[in-house]
């Protein structure tokens, strides 16, 4: 096997390379590197580490790459060139699958590669797809941006080249697939803008969908709305022409790829029930978020700076996120991003660090048309929609021609011809500069608080909360994003499309909040509403969706209770698993009691916990099946109009505790509580038991990845391909967010990588992926960080060359080959 766990007749070079032959190239390797200007530890490369020597087409002088213990990539290079081309090539060498596969969904090309079953879903994709002018889209980013886009892509089509050629093995899914790797065109990494997060189209038509129903009243329990704002139904606007499946190719240009098709067994995702796809879709975005904070030196015990990030995103194999150190002259950054983006989104360089959560800008509308033919109405006259003819190529089948539509504001999604309505989105996506997170290129040369701020005011999208530290001691945080600017109306629900309702261009920047050396020593993070007192929220109309404050109310309380914070407390904090919303729902049931004996046991089981959902708890147990499980649909079923019940489902839990906690529902409060809680205890012994003890939370909740290929394998293939079960703690409501699926509990989405800090000095810095940085399941780094991330633990993220040298696992010593 080679390092990366690849059989050696397979390896990456071909075959092993004698020791003195490495250390020979090795040593002229170092000193053109320092000839070039780059810093080389002496002696170059851990001795105890294995060597390997490779030449690669496309490279320009010769660079190293050091893999630590962990499977995490440092690369060396002896120009920003080449740092990014051997970025590309390393993202291939171990994610090539993941990667290939991210650019095929996104251009809409699954079909060429895997058939019939996918031609809608890559029309759909192709709808999204940015198709504005590319010089502005280029102009920006930084200036730098475009030669290193074009970097990475040769990078990433060098080592498609060698699988082609057979010098390096096609990883197990195009086997499984009967599928080859593409070439990549620098375009195609900022065209493409469906993979990243943006907001609210589909809460849009779910409000629409109620309103029709029941009245826009109703939605309040379905989604929380703050700050405070009455709802209103935009004038002109039918609700009920809004169809239940008008976000049916928004969902399917959106979604991850699924396999099942292939299997002959499993229906496409074009086949699904749109109402609850809808609501799953609303459901997983919910839980998708991120935690992050800064310390000011004044209260850490070290006198730096620390900084804490775990973006939240759906886990799984291999992970969403790469863990890569780039290091040449001029650059010099580390940290994670997604392996299909070149340089990294959250991170540090020499100087500074910086870290994201989602700032929920509202990035998207629904307009809704009259129509005639391929026209609409708007103004006082009819606009022909732009029409644009596009081929999909479909494997062992002819090519399928399809047709696009396009109004002023977008790409059509829907159109009823019997209604005469036609639906189009408007979205960030389609400006210059939306590239899911690239704008963060602005930051990898930042180095002081107004770099930061120059960077933020670039931002595109996703919508984020920005947090900042350098070595100076200097913290802070500012919210970035595009934010539309809509005069008269609220963004949330469709609106007509007939020049009533436009966006009038994009609120700067400045505008946005943001604060330097917060007073009160650190600033947190946790995609909660955190506009500040007085913002005037009505004019400005940032955003009335937000994540409920659970997991920023415990880190809060948590980082303000210690004035001289430590790395190992940012640690633990990121992975607490306490949960604020439960002792609000638990509250409720302080003043009851019950005369049935069951009912009476579950009630001290909740009264006397202290709301941490460890693994080993049985309290925590009952109180995530009753909350997510039963507490919403009681309440739903008591108090929403019988019209709407389904379509609001079990609502949204921060809106039915904030409603339980209000003075309206003190008719129905506490047989709800009761009822709910009894259903839930009921659950619990079926499946469990009578003995309330071995309700375990552990139980229940598991981390248990599996990659969408693997229903193609046989059965041994399919066990190497899975990682887990592990039980794993916590919920969404906690610090640690592992969101899990009511169905069976299992982890969806939560921390993709985990991150905190020393900054200055940045060798103490600690970090964890999830399952591992390998895509191979023969790798030993494809699964190895899976169990530290479950257990809270971390790794080193070793910054200086020294510390690198020093973790060596395996040191690539590259050249350019003739």
């Given amino acids: 096997m080679d390092a990366r766990g690849h059989p050696l007749s397979h390896s990456r070079a071909g075959k092993s390379m004698g020791r003195k032959m490495a250390r020979t190239i090795l040593a002229a390797m170092a000193a053109a590197l320092m000839t070039a200007g780059v810093a080389a530890a002496q002696p170059v490369g851990s001795t105890a580490a294995n060597h390997e020597a490779w030449a690669v087409s496309g490279l320009a002088a010769p660079a190293e790459i050091v893999i630590d213990r962990w499977g995490i990539p440092h690369i060396f290079a002896a120009s920003v060139r080449d740092a990014f081309f051997l970025q590309g090539y390393n993202a291939a060498l171990d994610r090539l699958w993941q990667i290939d596969l991210w650019r095929k969904r996104g251009l809409g090309r699954l079909s060429a590669s895997f058939g019939p079953a996918y031609v809608a879903q890559d029309r759909a994709a192709r709808l999204l797809l940015y198709r504005g002018d590319m010089t502005r889209e280029w102009a920006a980013y930084a200036p730098e941006a475009r030669e290193e886009v074009e970097a990475f892509t040769a990078g990433i089509n060098a080592y498609v080249a060698e699988v082609q050629a057979g010098a390096k093995p096609l990883p197990v899914e195009f086997k499984l697939t009967a599928s080859q790797p593409e070439a990549w065109a620098p375009e195609d990494v900022i065209r493409i803008r469906s993979h990243a997060l943006v907001s609210n189209v589909t809460s849009e038509v779910a409000r ?408 080993d708890s049985a309290a925590a147990a009952l109180y995530e099946v009753w909350a997510t499980k039963h507490l919403g649909a009681a309440t739903v079923a008591a108090v929403a109009p019988e019209k709407a019940r389904a379509l609001i489902g079990q609502g949204q839990l921060e809106a039915v505790i904030s409603y339980l906690e209000s003075p309206a529902a003190a008719p129905v409060r506490d047989r709800v509580l009761l009822t709910s809680l009894a259903d839930a205890a009921s659950e619990l012994k079926a499946h469990f038991g009578g003995d309330m003890d071995g309700w375990t939370w552990g139980r229940l909740h598991h981390a248990d990845f599996f990659p969408a290929a693997g229903v193609l394998a046989d059965h041994q293939l399919a066990q190497q391909m899975r990682v887990g079960p592990l039980q794993v703690p916590g919920s969404a409501s906690t610090p640690r967010a592992t969101t899990y699926s009511p169905k069976d509990f299992t982890q969806t989405a939560g921390a993709s990588v985990r991150m905190v800090l020393d900054v200055g000095a940045w060798d103490n810095s600690m970090v964890i992926n999830t399952p591992g940085e390998s895509g191979d399941p023969a790798s030993p780094h494809y699964r190895d960080l899976f169990p530290l991330w479950a257990a809270g633990s971390y790794v080193p993220l070793r910054f200086s060359r020294a510390a690198v040298d020093a973790d060596a696992e395996t040191v690539i010593a590259l050249t350019p080959k003739p």
């Fill in 208 to 615: 629409a969908q109620v309103a029709c129903a029941a009245g826009v009243e109703a939605d309040r329990l379905r989604r929380k709305i703050e700050p405070p704002h009455r709802l209103a139904v935009p004038a002109g606007l039918n609700p009920c022409d809004v169809p239940a499946d008008v976000l049916k190719d928004y969902l399917l240009g959106t979604e991850p790829v699924s396999f099942e098709a292939l299997t002959g067994k499993g229906k496409t995702a074009a086949e699904a029930e749109p109402r609850a796809r809808l609501a799953e879709r609303i459901d997983a975005t919910s839980a998708e978020g991120s935690n992050n904070w800064v310390i000011a030196p004044s209260r850490t015990a070290s006198g730096r700076p620390i900084l804490a990030n775990d973006p939240h995103r759906q886990v799984g194999v291999p992970s969403l996120r790469y863990l890569v150190q780039m290091a040449a002259p001029g650059l010099d950054i580390i940290g994670a991003g997604e392996p299909a983006l070149p340089g990294i989104s959250l991170g540090h360089n020499a100087d500074m660090g910086f870290g994201i959560t989602i700032f929920p800008i509202d990035q998207e509308d629904l307009y809704v048309y009259e129509t005639r033919g391929d026209a609409y109405r708007y103004k006082d006259g009819w606009e022909p929609m732009t029409v644009v003819h596009e081929t999909i190529e479909v494997k062992g089948f002819s090519p399928i021609e399809v047709a696009l539509r396009y109004t002023r504001h977008g790409p059509v999604l829907a159109e009823d011809a019997t209604t005469h309505r036609a639906f189009a989105l408007r979205t960030v996506w389609n400006e210059p500069g939306a590239a899911g997170y690239f704008q963060s290129s602005r930051f990898w040369r930042a180095r002081t608080w107004d770099d930061f701020e120059t960077g933020r005011a670039a931002w595109g999208a996703p919508p984020l909360n920005l947090v900042y530290a350098d070595r100076s001691g200097d913290i802070g945080w500012a919210a970035a994003g595009m934010t539309p600017v809509r005069p008269n109306w609220d963004g949330l629900m469709p609106v007509p499309g007939d020049g009533r309702y436009e966006w009038a261009g994009f609120m700067p920047e400045a505008l946005l909040p943001s604060v330097k050396n917060p007073a009160k020593g650190f600033f947190a993070t946790a995609n909660a509403l955190n506009l500040p007192p007085g913002y005037p929220d009505e004019q400005r109309k940032v955003s009335f969706e937000w994540t409920d404050p659970s997991r920023i109310t415990r880190i809060e309380e948590v980082l303000a209770a210690e004035p001289n914070a430590t790395l190992a407390e940012s640690m633990a904090l990121q992975g607490d698993s306490v949960s604020a919303q439960s002792r609000r729902a638990v509250a409720l049931l302080k003043p009851l009691s019950a005369s049935d004996p069951e009912i009476g046991r579950a009630l001290a089981l909740l009264k006397g916990w202290d709301s941490n959902e460890r693994t």
